[in-house]
């Protein structure tokens, strides 16, 4: 893999001490430099309200790399966090944005000797996206430096608003500042290698395409079970809840890669249209369907966490039933899940099919003779396919088999990247294959705000840390 980019470029990471950046973007960064995959002239700059120098700072950075990656040198980490800056405010403050001009400017002007590329990047509670473009765009910080230097784009984390009228509101502002090529909607899990995976899976393969339909599929689960709870974002996590945070988006996203139509080529605009074509083929559910195409539930303990209201209604848990209104889709069930503190970390697909018209078997066999495509993302990355085979011996007996393809055996060097490496390195080349389009987002939205706005009359199942997913009922 080459350079993402030979041009010189600037960083700018609102959220520069949050949980996402410590966590997710620091390690990921860290990773693609000691690798040279970023720009030889790179430059992160931090931007938060906490009280940093540039060396406490740096020392938060390699603190949080050292203490999840251990295969690097003393010195690799070192070269990283030399390219690291801090830049202290709040992001109310005009102040903030006239340090960072001047900081970007003295980066052009003493450091790269040009006018670098700028990439913004809001790691930051979705509530502070509008007043960050504001004053991002009051400062003209977003306009490039013209002719043919230096670009500017944006990252942004989903969840993108909070239901369709506030995601359009924020689109329409962001229309403003920004050509749509500028703007970067950052869902993650469409940069996890198998989720990448299943076009490749789907299209190049002679095998499945034909039988990819209504006609031979039962039904569709995709499921991301956290074993881990809220932790430290209980302000976040009151303010969207599960459905917000993971159901909008990634989830979603694995429905439109799993249902849409063939694209054609691996175009950036054709698969971003394909996929929000099936999203928006999703049916509404209605408010009759809410009691039984809708569960939701909140572990016990969530209401302890640091800002979390002490009567909660958050789900931290949902079950939903969603239906795609087209040819090939009419009447398969795509449950979606997901929950924190459940029994196991694990994020699948897993596609039933339909039990095969005539099964030669014997009579007194009373197995469902189904086959079942599994999917897994995380962990243990693999694909599996269980098939019906005879069982050795003298009778005629059948039993299950597998078929299957896992990373972790194959011989191929699978050190696999990290999404946010995925999702770094595109944006830098100018890739948006795996950024959602305004188109998907809204279709996304269109789906889920007539659920939130019936919540309320969906029951707030308790379950205790540990439960498995499919017991929440
Ligand atoms: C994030 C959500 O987008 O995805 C988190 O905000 C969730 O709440 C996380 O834990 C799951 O991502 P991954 O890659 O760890 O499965």
Redesign the pocket.
Known sequence: MDRASDDATALVIFGGTGDLAEKKLLPALFHLHKNKYLPEQFRILGVSHDDHTIDSYRKFVADSISERMHSHTPEELAAFVAIVDYVEGSFENDALYSSLAEHLETLDDSKFDTCANKLFYLAVPPNRYELIFERLAASGLTIPCGGEEGWTRVLVE?PFGRDLMTAQTLDKQLGKLFQEEQIFRID?YLAKETVQNIITFRFANALFEPVWNAKNIEHVHIL?S?D?GVGERGSFYEDLGALR??GQN?LLQMLALVAMEDPGKLDPGLLRSARATVLEDLKPTTKHDIKQHVVRGQYDGYRDIDDVADASGIETFFRITAFIDNKRWGGVPFILESGKKLSERK?EITITFKEPISCVCPLEDDHEHRNVLRIQV?PDESISLLFWAKKPGLTYELEPRELSFSYQDSEADTALPD?YEKVLYDCIRGDHTLFASTEEVAASWRFITPILDHWGKTKLLPYRPGTVAADIK
Do not use: R
Request: charged share 25%; glycine share 10%; proline share 0%.
């Open positions: 989903k993650h991301v956290e881990g945070d993971v990634h994020a995380q999404a």
